[in-house]
């Protein structure tokens, strides 16, 4: 193999090595968001263990007269704030 081939051979190497180093950074910032994104959605459990929408409705229900209740119980100058 002569010098100048040598050469190019390595400068070809080295720039696999760059690309293949660039596209692994990138796949380990993909891993880290996506397994970000599963700890998010593992710590609503809670919403992932209702088997039915019956189940789904009288938990709304429940939010929502519990959210009324305490928008209720607010002084009436707190509410004029918010809105």
């Known amino acids: ?4 081939a040598k050469v190019a051979r390595i400068a070809s190497i080295e720039n696999m090595l760059l690309m293949s180093s660039a596209a692994l950074k990138a796949m380990t910032s993909q891993l880290t968001e996506a397994e970000e994104r599963e700890r998010a959605l593992n710590s609503r459990g ?3 263990q209702l088997r039915s929408m019956g189940e ?4 709304l229900q429940y939010l929502f007269n519990a959210t009324a209740e305490a928008r209720c119980s607010l002084p009436s100058e707190n509410l004029i704030k918010h809105f």
């Open 1 to 4: 193999m002569s010098p100048d």
């Open 46 to 48: 809670r919403w992932n």
């Open 56 to 59: 789904t409705k009288n938990v």
